[in-house]
């Protein structure tokens, strides 16, 4: 038999995993087009300044500050993942002055990210909230006794209560536009 993780032998049946952070992906989404626009801010830098000396090391930089930006996606659940990305939000803006076009578009980013932290962390409470509900609920639903077989009486008994208050009965169509 495969070996298995952690998570896979504390699982017990019917037990129920927390949801997952909102607040994670969107800002784990924000990293990742952060990381693929530092590629081409890469390219880009590189091919307006080839003729420099430091094209390269604007380059090799550039694709640092990408890498970076990925592997904080996967730091997000410490604390210091969350500070990482504040820090790398202006190093991005700081390209600005090798590119200044970088300054508007690291200003953009730094408020896609903004958001991301802030409304991710008001969906996690609602998303939290929901769940401990759910739960709640759950639990009430399963300590009361189970109903006897006279349900599929009374929900027949109901149906037929409200065809009759909506008008609706097994009458052919065609006999109601004559």
Same mark, same amino acid.
């Given at each position: 038999? $495969? =070996?298995q993780? /952690?998570a896979q032998q504390?699982?017990r049946p019917?037990?129920?995993?927390?949801p =997952?952070s *909102?607040? *994670?992906?969107f800002?784990s989404?924000?990293?990742s087009?952060e990381a693929?626009m530092?590629f081409f801010y890469?390219?880009?830098a @590189?091919g +307006?300044h080839?003729h &420099?000396? %430091? $094209?390269w090391?604007?380059f090799g930089?550039?694709?640092? #500050?990408s890498?970076?930006? *990925?592997?904080?996606?996967a730091l997000?659940r410490?604390?210091?993942g969350?500070? +990482?990305?504040w820090? +790398?939000? %202006? *190093?991005i803006i700081?390209?600005?002055? %090798?590119e200044?076009?970088?300054f !508007?578009? !690291? #200003?953009? %980013?730094?408020?896609?990210? @903004?958001?991301a #932290?802030?409304?991710?962390r008001?969906?996690d409470?609602e998303?939290?909230?929901r769940?401990?509900?759910?739960? /709640? +609920? $759950?639990?009430?639903?399963?300590? /009361?006794?189970? $109903?006897?077989s006279?349900t599929?009486?009374?929900?027949?008994? &109901?149906?037929?209560?409200?065809?009759?208050?909506n !008008?609706?009965?097994?009458?052919d169509? &065609?006999? /109601?536009?004559?």
């Amino acid at each position: 038999m $495969a =070996r298995q993780t /952690r998570a896979q032998q504390q699982w017990r049946p019917g037990q129920t995993r927390p949801p =997952r952070s *909102v607040k *994670v992906l969107f800002a784990s989404t924000v990293l990742s087009l952060e990381a693929l626009m530092m590629f081409f801010y890469g390219l880009m830098a @590189w091919g +307006l300044h080839q003729h &420099e000396w %430091f $094209a390269w090391w604007l380059f090799g930089g550039s694709l640092v #500050v990408s890498a970076l930006l *990925v592997v904080t996606c996967a730091l997000l659940r410490a604390q210091w993942g969350w500070i +990482l990305g504040w820090v +790398l939000q %202006f *190093v991005i803006i700081a390209g600005g002055f %090798f590119e200044p076009l970088m300054f !508007g578009i !690291g #200003v953009i %980013f730094l408020g896609c990210w @903004w958001f991301a #932290v802030v409304k991710g962390r008001q969906l996690d409470v609602e998303k939290h909230a929901r769940y401990v509900e759910e739960q /709640r +609920l $759950a639990a009430e639903q399963a300590e /009361r006794p189970a $109903a006897g077989s006279d349900t599929t009486d009374d929900t027949a008994d &109901e149906t037929a209560d409200e065809t009759a208050e909506n !008008g609706t009965d097994s009458v052919d169509p &065609e006999e /109601r536009t004559s």
